[in-house]
């Protein structure tokens, strides 16, 4: 039995049955009813709804778990950078502890305290960027009806949406929302819109007697009604199956939960990158200690004083932090392009994006029926225009616009608007048209005013008599109306293959005549050729001069003609598809629509390729992992899917090592939404749930905003490997010093402060520049990064090691040279402090780019990088010329001939970088290129 009919049990029997239960949407409705136990006109008593309610619960889901502020605060040291850094920070302490007590407090204690100042700021920076908690389930809840007519004692009372009790009778109609999902036993002209569960855009035409087989997938389940979905026409009465957990809404929250949080490439490559500099920091660190301890002559707190410069030296305290405010700048760079990123680490994943796996409904398309072509008097018309918006015109075959209407046109569109109980309402605020009703008697009124024939300006000369309303056995709807000249006129739409035998005149530029078997022909093949194009077909006819008696007014119709009209395509998805093509990303369509429709908004898109394949739900339920893995990089649609499919084929891409983006609107695109690497949401027309799932919002539901998102997260991607080889290499070069001189017992080493000093400060502003260095052009026609490829390749390592041991060895140099006497080794060190903390200053032009010269980069000159190393270099300055501030940084006022050796030696590493780029260019010239 299908999950969505387990809260109403089966009666217990001793005998084994003789095969399996019938699921409940299968099930014959009188069977269903005797089995159950349910008066279809009484309901249940007061007393046994109390009494399932307390057996089943309450028909809500159960609300998400929050973390608590602090929980989420904590969560941001988990991260081996910082918690080496706290290690260091407690070290530094204790170090403090035992100083000498004449000392002053912050000459005590400031390593301590800087280090901790960083790890707070960046805690608090990632939970500031963070703190919007994951509301999925919350939203999941919003779509709950508040209130619900239900049958109780044989009366019809309005009780709150969760006090619906499993065998409770539901009273609907149109523009209501169901509170739970249902087994119809009564429906007339009922339909439900269901595009947020089943991803189908037309209305769902229900049947309560119409026969369902057992494995029907959720859209065409017509004898059931789910929670979450609304009533778009007629009226139905309903035996509730399944509430809260359990209902098919209920089902697709606990997906959710199962997922959980799913680590960004990005993530974990920073992971990874911090495990082995915590590594190579322990390494070093016992090295030096085991070294000092060997030596002997020096207290413990030294030494472990000199471990703590050497974990500070190593590690990039900055890199944390920077990489939080460059994603946060992506951030609010992509928001102004429309695409809103609610995870930080999201803003860089979707540049690593190899496969796109896109819903249909809502996401490709517009989500909004729209006529596209007319078949009247023998002649074909194309309409223009976008959704339900009634800006657009006709045009004839030649692409003319059609100024003057011929009578089977305008009787065709007068039809098409007075057989209609749907209506279009503008939103003032926002431009857009609303509907309500079926969407695709909103589609027939939006033509009709194409044509300058409005139901507001032709209803007023047909006054309303009768209606006959659409069931799925006639499969056709009349409206009679009696016109200003007395005249009682029925007009009739429907299936063209019900309605053409109905038929006996047809509508010509020359007026009425007999209807013959050429014009049948004609348009049998017409009707034929739009419903290849995957276009929903519908036949107008008309009456004039109608029988009283209601089994005569459907016959003896005059055709007027054809619409054929569908879901279509957003503007500029096309484009969109081509550029990710263009980037080697594989875009493929994941939907619950129909195959052939699915197939004909792939084709129309550029998104199928000659010997691509499509797969329906039912096929791929079939199908096995191992053929799925085998079969998947050459299907290209996948058609009437559910929730649990699509979170199915993206782990299957996801285990062929793809990074995976899927976008999605729907609720039933909520799960694979969580499973990907990085879910994309429409947050215009987007449900909550999909919104609250997702990593990011498209705030325009616009699919080609995609692309520019894939731009920034591919720049921001490149941006963060500039700013990390800079840093690296500048640590690099302390590194070096702090471990060499610290074998010299005569040499003063760089104090925990001076490190931190030169990491946060001078070098923390022109990282943050590089973060934001503009994006490469090219960028869009690389191939997206490897998945196991890490932040920096061989050439980057090799480059780190090159510039540390310029800059390590230069201050080096000074300490060789200086004389050696305690005053003049002081004096050194300070002027190795200033070397180390400009001499990045410099290379960070070099960073630009590992290959291209920096004279060669576009633009020239980067004004934030500019700004950055100008700003840095002043505020260093005035750590050496105030004189209040020379004790603490233990600086000292600096010569002529100092200052003039100090600039040549920061000054030197970008000859030095120039060269290896020279060399490294001759030796490999396909690397010559942008990078």
């Not at 006639?474 to 200003?484: G, Y």
């Not at 690296?728 to 471990?739: E, I, P, Q, R």
């Amino acid at each position: 039995m299908s999950q969505a009919a387990t809260a109403l049990r089966r009666p217990e029997s001793n005998a084994a049955p003789s095969s399996a239960p019938i699921p409940v949407h299968a099930e014959e409705v009188g069977a269903f009813l005797e089995r159950v136990g349910v008066s279809s006109s009484g309901g249940l008593s007061e007393d046994e709804a109390q009494r399932r309610l307390a057996e089943h619960g309450k028909n809500r889901l159960p609300e998400t778990k929050k973390k608590s502020a602090l929980v989420r605060i904590l969560e941001q040291f988990a991260n081996p950078l910082v918690l080496t850094l706290l290690a260091a920070a407690t070290i530094a302490v204790v170090v403090g502890f035992t100083a000498d007590k004449e000392e002053s407090f912050l000459h005590r204690f400031g390593d301590a305290i800087a280090i901790l100042l960083i790890v707070i700021l960046n805690a608090f920076l990632g939970y500031y960027q963070e703190r919007r908690a994951e509301a999925a389930l919350e939203a999941l809840q919003k779509l709950s009806a508040p209130n619900a007519r239900v049958r109780r004692g044989g009366k019809t009372v309005v009780i709150a949406a969760e006090d619906v009790a499993p065998g409770d009778i539901i009273e609907l109609e149109a523009g209501d929302s169901i509170p739970a999902d249902a087994r119809l036993v009564q429906a007339i002209s009922f339909a439900t819109e269901e595009a947020a569960l089943t991803g189908e855009s037309a209305a769902a035409v229900k049947d309560a007697l119409a026969p369902v087989a057992g494995d029907a997938p959720l859209g065409d389940r017509v004898t059931m009604v789910f929670t979450g979905t609304s009533v778009v026409r007629g009226k139905g009465r309903a035996v509730v199956t399944a509430t809260g957990v359990n209902t098919e809404l209920g089902r697709i929250g606990e997906m959710i939960r199962s997922v959980g949080d799913q680590k960004t490439p990005l993530e974990e490559r920073l992971d990874r990158f911090g495990s082995v500099i915590l590594r190579v920091c322990l390494g070093l660190s016992a090295v030096l200690l085991g070294w000092g301890f060997i030596r002997g002559g020096r207290p413990w707190h030294e030494l472990l004083l000199e471990g703590v410069s050497l974990a500070v030296a190593a590690i990039p305290e900055g890199l944390p932090a920077i990489t939080t405010i460059t994603l946060a700048l992506g951030m609010q760079r992509m928001a102004r392009r429309g695409a809103i990123v609610r995870k930080l680490p999201a803003v860089e994943t979707l540049g690593a994006a190899t496969i796109i796996a896109s819903d249909k409904t809502g996401t490709l398309t517009q989500n909004e029926m729209t006529v596209r072509n007319v078949y009247a008097g023998g002649h074909k018309y194309t309409v223009t225009g976008e959704g339900y918006n009634p800006g657009g015109a006709l045009r004839d075959e030649s692409g003319a616009e059609v100024v003057e209407l011929s009578a089977p046109l305008t009787y065709l569109l007068a039809t098409a608007a007075l057989c209609n109980n749907a209506s279009l309402n503008e939103d003032k605020a926002t431009g857009r048209w609303n509907i309500v009703g079926d969407p695709t008697e909103a589609a027939l009124l939006t033509l009709a005013a194409k044509g300058d024939l409005s139901r507001e300006s032709v209803a007023p000369s047909h006054a309303f008599v009768h209606e006959l309303p659409f069931d799925s056995d006639r499969k056709r709807m009349t409206v009679i109306t009696r016109d200003d000249r007395g005249r009682e006129i029925a007009h009739v739409k429907g299936s063209v293959d019900v309605l053409l035998p109905l038929c006996v005149k047809f509508a010509d530029d020359k007026g009425v005549r007999a209807l013959t078997e050429d014009d049948r022909r004609a348009i049998l093949a017409e009707a034929d050729g739009m419903s290849a194009s995957a276009l929903r077909v519908l036949a107008i006819c008309r009456r004039v001069r109608v029988s009283r008696d209601e089994a005569d007014v459907e016959r003896e119709l005059t055709f007027l003609g054809l619409v054929g009209m569908m879901d279509p395509p957003r503007q500029g998805v096309k484009e969109a598809v081509a550029e990710c093509r263009r980037a080697g990303i594989r875009a493929v369509m994941i939907t619950g629509d129909h195959r052939l429709t699915a197939t004909a908004i792939a084709k129309e898109i550029g998104l199928w390729d000659e010997g691509d394949e499509a797969l329906s739900g039912a096929e791929l339920a079939a199908m096995g992992d191992e053929e799925l893995a085998r079969r998947i990089m050459h299907l290209r649609v996948f058609a009437r899917t559910t929730a649990e499919q699509k979170l199915r084929l993206v782990r299957a891409f996801k285990a062929h090592g793809h990074i995976v983006a899927m976008t999605g609107d729907g609720v039933n695109d909520a799960p694979a939404l969580r499973e990907a690497h990085i879910g994309v949401a429409m947050g215009r027309g987007g449900t909550d749930v999909a919104r609250q799932a997702a990593d990011l919002v498209l705030a325009d539901d616009n699919f080609a905003t995609i692309v520019e998102a894939v731009r920034e997260g591919r720049a921001i991607y490149r941006n963060i490997q500039k700013f990390i080889f800079f840093l690296l290499s500048s640590n690099m070069g302390l590194l070096v010093a702090v471990f060499v001189v610290s074998f010299f017992g005569k040499w003063p080493p760089l104090t925990p402060l001076m490190i931190l000093w030169i990491n946060l400060v001078t070098n923390g502003l022109p990282a943050l520049a590089l973060g934001i260095d503009p994006p490469d052009p090219q960028l869009m026609s690389e191939a997206p990064r490897p998945r196991d490829e890490g932040l920096l390749v061989k050439r980057d390592y090799l480059g780190i090691l090159y510039v540390g041991a310029i800059m390590g060895l230069a201050a080096v140099a000074l300490y060789a040279t200086s004389e050696q006497t305690e005053d003049a080794l002081l004096r050194t060190r300070a002027v190795a402090f200033s070397l180390l903390a400009l001499s990045p200053l410099f290379h960070a032009w070099s960073c630009r780019s590992p290959v291209t010269s920096i004279f060669a980069s576009k633009p020239l000159v980067s004004l934030p990088l500019l700004l950055a190393v100008a700003a840095s270099a002043a505020i260093h300055l005035i750590a050496l010329l105030v004189p209040a501030l020379r004790p603490v940084f233990r600086t000292y006022a600096m010569s002529t001939n100092e200052w003039m050796l100090l600039l040549v030696l920061s000054a030197l590493i970008v000859p030095a970088v120039e060269i290896a780029k020279l060399v490294y260019r001759r030796i490999r010239p396909a690397d010559a290129g942008p990078a």
